[in-house]
């Protein structure tokens, strides 16, 4: 199984900082991967997929970058209702596998 | 507009088979490419992928529950429906069912939408 390793695990920013979460594959998954954002009590909602390209619907604050091993999602200027946790996920090969999240919170 | 809706029990007893069904609108598992997943969420923990079928019946497993799992489809129902034998605790978890696109990139073939989700506790 590719092993999906994110940091950090937990990160206090305030509204309007510039937010970068990076994610670890264990092997190269090229760019097939994908972010997604989840609020408590909520189901995960998609960010991005591909690594880089924006969900529908998603504003354009949130970027992804990366290939191979190494993937960033960014938040450019954050905002209340970003306070959430965010997974990034391989669908590179089977069992398609995520990371243990990053809990974004209020400083 | 697409959307996803799991349904199922709220509470098994263990060594039972928890049988939850997805019912989906505004795509059709008939598409080629199109597939639907499950995933489950432990309470204040982290995704786990857990099953895959395709239009074309093609199934995938995670293979560490693979023996315990089935996953099934009824097109004409628009549902698919997942199985999972010999309940334990340790499977007390949200349930989600989400939307695999079926686009002609393969870079674009990931879960898109999501259900909210069941909550499924295992206790006697």
């Known amino acids: 199984d590719i092993q999906m390793t994110q940091s950090p695990s937990s990160l206090s920013a305030s509204v309007g900082d510039r937010v970068t979460i990076t994610c670890r594959a264990s092997q190269g998954i090229s760019n097939y991967l994908a972010w997604f954002q989840q609020k408590p009590g909520k189901a995960p909602k998609s960010l991005i997929y591909?690594?880089?390209s924006l969900q529908s619907g998603v504003p354009s604050k949130f970027s992804g970058s990366g290939s191979g091993t190494d993937f960033t999602l960014t938040i450019s200027s954050l905002q209340p209702e970003d306070f959430a946790t965010y997974y990034c996920?391989?669908?590179?090969?089977?069992?398609?596998?995520f990371g243990q999240g990053t809990k974004v919170e209020i400083k | 507009q697409i959307t996803l809706k799991e349904s199922g029990p709220t509470l098994v007893k263990p060594t039972q088979t928890l049988t939850l069904t997805c019912t989906f609108s505004?795509?059709?598992?008939?598409?080629?490419?199109?597939?639907v997943g499950w995933i489950r969420q432990p309470p204040g923990k982290a995704l786990e992928w857990l099953a895959l079928?395709?239009?074309?019946?093609?199934?995938r497993y995670s293979p560490s529950l693979k023996s315990r799992l089935t996953i099934t489809k009824d097109t004409s129902k628009n549902q698919v429906v997942l199985t999972m034998t010999n309940m334990d605790p340790v499977d007390t978890a949200t349930y989600y069912c989400?939307?695999?696109?079926?686009?002609?990139?393969?870079?674009?073939?990931?879960?898109?939408?999501w259900g909210q989700g069941t909550l499924v506790t295992v206790s006697s």
């Open positions: 591909a690594a880089s």
């Open positions: 079928i395709y239009w074309d019946d093609d199934k």
């Open positions: 505004g795509f059709s598992l008939s598409t080629s490419g199109v597939g």
């Open positions: 989400a939307h695999r696109r079926g686009s002609s990139s393969s870079l674009s073939r990931y879960f898109d939408y």
């Open positions: 996920q391989q669908y590179n090969s089977y069992p398609w596998t």
